[in-house]
């Protein structure tokens, strides 16, 4: 048994030399980080109060418009201001429908050990999402494939610090988008056991998703709308819109009681003003007016505020990511956020192109963000690349080691104080001439006292070139090859598969979800 322990703990110079990418990893237990640390808060009493004023100006005398025939007449009955489709709100009655949102809730998958606590001090991590291109080191840039898609969720299944597997990792454009929710899901649910997003395109596509992720739950349907049980993700059409599919499909989400995340993607300098305070009030106004009809439609249903807001390339106009506007506007969004009591995400984003230097200093950024902000769920946390276009499993592993470090950070054991901890016995012990790798109180704790790095090269110069001199994306390669090799995917009982099969190929049948192609 010691031996097998400091196999799977073993760190450091030798640790690393058996893990320099030709196997799979030995990996971080699952486990739902917890964010101990006091938030970064940029804004003062005042800051929150201009914000929150200015947003409330937005949704009371310029108005959101909102491309969606019910949530107008939603509106119209709760007293609000509509204008064909312009809809102005008050701010008591905005406040009020917030109010009705739960600070703190879980999502649970078909595997109860999976389940997610949203708020609080939790920290949730998920896979990237809807890029339409994949990248790797064998193909280079190609359009998203079923064969890609299937990978990818592998990735989000096998590494126990993404938390909940989010939209497509990259898009199957192989697969008509008649039925290509219907495949996507089936791979999902089959693939893992974690929490599933589903998108919000249309009547046909989320209940579709509502009753797969019934099905592979094995649940009633009362049993399935008790409580929630996967989420979606809404962005609206910034500046000041929501298109009529994703008000419709978050409708009848919260109507079944799912968490639903609403999410302005507003761009300083192009879709929102180029101040980031300004872009964080538009963000916050477009947020809460979905929020407001969610709860209005279903009271205390779970809702999400998320963020967004970055800025883009004034010589370009090309987004940019993981910059410093975009983590003081993550952290201003997470002070909102804490003041209407809503639980947050945000994403971990870069605009570089492949894995290289860039792609992980700005991810950094925003994976930093989101930890400085409070966020509880944060999106694209692994593989994402070119600003959201595309899809790299590189790129994933090496996300990855970022993700665990985090986790590794937020560990109590690293700011333990214990007797134990200090060690005045062990420092006495070894004195001013001796060292502590003999130490007992090494021994005791050097298999576990430290982060055991996945894809790290932590050897000299010397050794690294002498074993080939393996760049960091091709380590990266090397693991993912090494992972599809071994990937066992999560049981799941046979009748409960053939019921999935059966509805999928049902609805196939029946023509999907309409389209005009």
């Known amino acids: 048994m010691a031996d097998d322990a400091r196999r799977k703990r073993a760190g450091g110079r030798a640790g690393n030399a058996q893990r320099a990418g ?10 739902i980080p917890q964010n101990h ?11 929150i109060e201009a914000i929150h004023k200015g947003a409330m100006r937005i949704l009371s005398e ?22 064909g489709q312009n809809v102005r709100m008050d701010e008591d009655f905005v406040m009020d429908m917030v109010a009705r949102a739960p600070r703190t809730f879980t999502v649970t998958p078909r595997n109860p050990d999976r389940m997610l606590p949203l708020g609080g001090k939790a920290l949730l991590f998920g896979n990237v999402s809807s890029p339409p291109n994949y990248w790797d080191m064998e193909r280079g840039k190609v359009s998203g494939f079923m064969d890609g898609f299937r990978d ?12 909940f597997a989010g939209g497509y990792p990259v898009e199957p454009v192989d697969v008509h988008a008649s039925v290509r929710h219907l495949d996507c899901l089936y791979e999902k649910l089959t693939l893992t056991d974690k929490v599933v997003h589903a998108y919000s395109l249309g009547k046909e596509r989320i209940e579709d ?6 099905i592979a739950g094995g649940l009633s349907h009362a049993e399935f709308r008790a409580k929630p049980r996967m989420f979606t993700n809404i962005n609206s059409v910034s500046p000041l819109k929501h298109d009529f599919p994703m008000i419709d499909g978050a409708l009848r989400c919260a109507r079944a009681g799912q968490l639903v995340v609403v999410t302005p993607f507003t761009l300083a300098g192009a879709m929102a003003p180029v101040t980031m305070s300004g872009a964080v009030a538009l963000s916050i106004a477009e947020a809460l007016s979905a929020i407001s009809l969610l709860q209005y439609a279903a009271p205390g249903s779970p809702s999400m505020i998320g963020t967004f807001t970055s800025n883009v390339d004034m010589k370009s106009g090309a987004p940019a990511f993981g910059t410093p506007e975009y983590m003081r506007a993550t ?21 570089a192109n492949i894995p290289d230097g860039q792609a992980m200093w700005e991810t950094c950024n925003s994976l930093w963000a989101a930890v400085q902000s409070g966020t509880h769920m944060v999106y694209h946390a692994a593989g994402w690349l070119e600003g959201g276009l595309i899809a790299s499993p590189e790129k994933f592993i090496m996300d990855c080691e970022v993700l665990q470090m985090i986790q590794r950070y937020m560990e109590p054991v690293t700011w333990a104080t214990e007797p134990e901890d ?3 016995q062990a420092i006495a012990d070894v004195g001013p001439d001796g060292h502590y790798f003999g130490v007992q109180h090494t021994q005791d704790r050097y298999t576990t006292a430290f982060y055991a790095p996945i894809v790290s090269d932590w050897r000299n110069y010397e050794a690294w070139e002498l074993d080939g001199s393996v760049e960091t994306p091709e380590r990266a390669h090397r693991i993912f090859k090494a992972i ?9 009982d046979a009748g409960v598969r053939d019921e999935l099969k059966d509805f999928v190929a049902r609805r196939k049948a029946e023509g999907g979800a309409p389209t005009d192609f």
């Open 22 to 31: 030709t196997a799979a990893i030995d990996q971080m237990p699952w486990r």
């Open 37 to 47: 640390d006091r938030p970064t808060e940029p804004l003062g009493p005042e800051g």
């Open 62 to 83: 310029i108005g959101i418009r909102f491309l969606n025939d019910e949530a107008l007449a939603l509106f119209a009955k709760a007293g609000c201001k509509v204008d």
């Open 152 to 163: 990818f969720i592998k990735l989000t299944q096998y590494f126990n610090c993404i938390h």
């Open 209 to 214: 998703a509502m009753e797969m992720v019934r």
């Open 331 to 351: 952290q201003m969004t997470g002070q909102m956020a804490r003041f209407y009591g809503l639980p947050l995400r945000s994403s971990g984003v870069c605009a």
């Open 422 to 424: 200090i060690a005045v």
């Open 484 to 492: 599809m090799d071994e990937f066992v995917p999560p049981p799941m």
